[in-house]
C-alpha cells in the first residue's frame, strides 16, 4: 500500500506535457507490439490505435479484440494497467487543472489580460450596486474589484476578483490598471472615522495617480468622499471626480423636506435606462455649429440639453460656438439618438 501510494505522489507530480509525451510513446510502442502479435486482427496502424484507445479510455467497444494467447497476455499486463492508469492520470490532470484555475480566481490569485474594463476598489453594498448597474449598462464590459477578501463576492463571467492592497504596484499591475476606463475607489464601511476613512481613500487614489505616472495613458479615477473639508486634498491629488456621498444624501433630503417630489427627480435622472429620463453623455456633432443649435436639433428628438461638461449655463450661451466632440450631458430617451 505504501508502495502505490508513492508511486501515486510522484506520478501526479509529472509535468502534463511529459506525461503527454509518455501517452504518446505508449501508443506508438503498443500499436507496434499488437500489431507484430496479430497481424490478421489489426490490418493497419489505425485500426490498432482505435482499439488501443477504446481500451485505454472504456472497456472497448468489442467490435475487435486480441485472439491470440500472446495478444491476450499482452493486453492484460501492458494495456490494462498501465495504459488505463496513463490515460486516467491525464484525465486527472486536465480536470484539475479547470478546478485550479477556478480556485484561483474564486481567490483573486490570477493576472487580469483584458482591457477597457471597470476597476472598483472596496467591497461595500454601494459597490455592489455600482458594479451591477456598470455590467446592466455595459453588456460587454468587464467589472474588476480589488480587496483583501478571502474569494469572490460576487460569481459572474465578466467579474474579476483581485486579492490584495491597491496601494501595492503588484497588485495594480496584476489588475491591469492601466488599461482600463475608470477606477472607483470606494469609502470603506469598516473604518467609522471619516478622516481616517478618507485618509485611506486618499492614500490609495495617491498610489494610482503615482503609477499613472509610468503610464501612456491616464487612468481616469473617481473617488467617493466621506468629509466635503478634505475635498482640496483629493484635487491636489489630480482624482478626475469625487463624491460626496453623506452630504449627497443630506442635501437631497433637506431638498425633498423643502420641496416635495425632489427625491423622485434626483432618481428618474440617475435611473439605469429603464425609463425616459435618463442622464447621459454624447459628443457634439459638426453640424450643431452654436449651442441653439445642439438644443434644437436634440428638443426634436425629444432630448433636453442640460450641461457642457460641468457648466450649466448652457441657456445663456445659445449663440457661443460649440466645438465638434465636445462632452454634452443631456437628459432624454436611453436610445435617444443625435440628430443633426
Known amino acids: 500500500m505504501h508502495l502505490f501510494r508513492k508511486l501515486y505522489i510522484r506520478a501526479i507530480k ?14 506508438i510502442l503498443n500499436t507496434w507490439v499488437i500489431r507484430s502479435l496479430e497481424p490478421q486482427t489489426f490490418e493497419n496502424d489505425l485500426h490498432a490505435v482505435w482499439w488501443l484507445m477504446t481500451t485505454m479510455t472504456t472497456v ?36 484539475d487543472s479547470f478546478s485550479r484555475h477556478k480556485k484561483l480566481k474564486e481567490e483573486g490569485k490570477l493576472m487580469y489580460k483584458g482591457k477597457d474594463h471597470y476597476i472598483i476598489i472596496g467591497w461595500t453594498l454601494k459597490s455592489k450596486e455600482a458594479a451591477e448597474e456598470l455590467m446592466m449598462e455595459e453588456p460587454e464590459t468587464d467589472i474588476l474589484l480589488i480587496d483583501e477578501l478571502e474569494k469572490s463576492p460576487l460569481t459572474h463571467e465578466r467579474f474579476h476578483y483581485i486579492n490584495g492592497s491597491a496601494t501595492n504596484t503588484s497588485v495594480l499591475d496584476q489588475a491591469g490598471v492601466a488599461r482600463s476606463k475608470a477606477v472607483l475607489i470606494f469609502a470603506p464601511p469598516h473604518i467609522e472615522d471619516m478622516d481616517l476613512a478618507d485618509g485611506r481613500t486618499l492614500l490609495i487614489a495617491s498610489s ?3 503609477y499613472d505616472t509610468g503610464t501612456k495613458t491616464n487612468i481616469y479615477t473617481i473617488a467617493e468622499i466621506l468629509n466635503k473639508q478634505h475635498i482640496s486634498m483629493f484635487r491636489h491629488a489630480n482624482v478626475d471626480e469625487f463624491i460626496l456621498s453623506q452630504h449627497s444624501a443630506s442635501h437631497l433630503m433637506a431638498k425633498s423636506a423643502r420641496h416635495k417630489g425632489t427625491s423622485r427627480i434626483f432618481s428618474k435622472l440617475l435611473n439605469n435606462g429603464t425609463e425616459e429620463s435618463e442622464l ?6 459638426p453640424e450643431w455649429r452654436t449651442y441653439g443649435d445642439a438644443f434644437e436639433n436634440l428638443k ?5 440639453l442640460i450641461s457642457d461638461e460641468n457648466q450649466l449655463n448652457v441657456l445663456q450661451k445659445l449663440d457661443a460656438p460649440l466645438a465638434p466632440g465636445t462632452k454634452l450631458y443631456v437628459v432624454g430617451e436611453a436610445q435617444g439618438k443625435q440628430r443633426s
Open 60 to 95: 472497448g467497444y468489442g467490435d475487435v479484440s486480441p485472439e491470440s494467447a500472446a495478444g491476450r497476455i499482452w493486453t492484460m499486463l501492458v494495456i490494462y494497467p498501465f495504459g488505463i492508469g496513463i490515460f486516467g492520470l491525464v484525465i486527472g490532470m486536465i480536470v
Open 14 to 27: 509529472i509535468k502534463f506535457f511529459t506525461l503527454l509525451i509518455a501517452v504518446l510513446l505508449f501508443l
Open 208 to 210: 494610482i495617480e503615482e
Open 300 to 304: 426634436k428628438a425629444n432630448i433636453l
Open 280 to 285: 447621459r453623455e454624447i459628443l457634439s456633432v
